[in-house]
């Protein structure tokens, strides 16, 4: 009398799943292995050999540690045809990466002032791979007056592809301080100009209102003032690379009358004979 054999009963416990990179809409998963509890023998099962296998990601965005749904059936070899499956589907989990976007035509910038951010240069135009925006890498750089190149980004929409960057050329312009006008001290009638020391003032970059290192001076230091009155001043910065010289500005010069001084000086006889003498001095 033969006796029947039965199939070993088999569990699917687990599925590996390969990595593969985004498809517009497609959530299909390659399975690249699975683990089973209830062989005997030592005897393992080959994909493709003795079982099939198919996956399907929960959806079809980029993503780390995405369910997927493996379903397995055994096939009729010799290995598979002793094991009944007792379950035909198994939870799993994969990763979809991103895919790249490219810039096909990079922005434009405009220009901007020394002094001011990246931020502040506007980006016009440009085109990617897919839609998308256009920002400044490191938009806190505060370039130096000239024209050079800085990293733009390219953010896609759609958040399955990668940024791109791409080189974008920037024209940053002088700045020109703001003043505000140094205290001159007093002077007497007849001195120039150039004997009141200017003391004071402060010139700042416009953008941001950082201190602006320089020099003042009086633009007609000659100039002898007959009155009190406003005269001009300039200011001449030290980095000539990253500002222009501005505009001259007034400061006021109090000019005070001269003291008259009178020497009176004896001849040899009246200090011989110590003559005391009273003078009268007018002045007109």
């Known amino acids: 009398m033969d006796a029947a054999i039965n199939p070993a009963p088999l569990t699917l416990t687990d599925a590996t799943i390969k990595t593969r990179p985004y498809q517009y809409d497609y959530r299909g998963a390659e399975v690249s292995g699975l683990i089973f509890t209830g062989l005997v023998n030592g005897e393992t099962l080959a994909l493709d050999t003795d079982y099939t296998a198919s996956g399907e990601f929960e959806s079809a965005d980029a993503g780390e540690n ?3 749904t493996v379903t397995v059936a055994l096939k009729e070899s010799a290995t598979a045809k002793n094991y009944q499956l007792s379950n035909g589907t198994v939870n799993a989990t994969g990763t979809i990466t991103r895919v790249s976007s490219t810039i096909t035509q990079a922005p434009a910038a405009s220009g901007i002032t020394y002094g001011q951010a990246l931020s502040d240069s506007a980006l016009t135009g440009g085109e990617g791979s897919v839609t998308g925006a256009f920002t400044w890498t490191d938009g806190t750089i505060k370039p130096n007056a000239g024209t050079a190149q800085f990293s733009v980004t390219f953010t896609p929409n759609d958040t399955n592809y990668n940024t791109a960057t791409a080189d974008v050329s920037v024209t940053v312009a002088k700045a020109t301080p703001t003043l505000t006008a140094p205290t001159a ?3 007497e009638y007849g001195q120039k100009l150039s004997d009141s020391a ?3 003032g402060t010139a700042a970059n416009p953008n941001g209102s950082a201190a602006v290192a320089g020099s003042w001076g009086w633009v007609n230091e000659d100039t002898r003032p007959t009155a009190t009155g406003t005269f001009p001043v ?4 030290i980095d000539t690379g990253n500002y222009n010289t501005p505009a001259n500005v007034d400061t006021s010069v109090t000019v005070k009358p001269t003291e008259p001084k009178i020497t009176l000086t004896a001849t040899p006889a009246q200090q011989i004979l110590n003559l005391t003498h009273n003078y009268n001095i007018y002045f007109r």
Not at 234 to 237: C, D, L, S, T, Y
């Open 198 to 200: 200017l003391t004071g």
């Open 185 to 187: 001290s007093a002077i």
């Open 66 to 68: 995405k369910k997927v």
């Open 234 to 237: 300039a200011f001449v910065p």
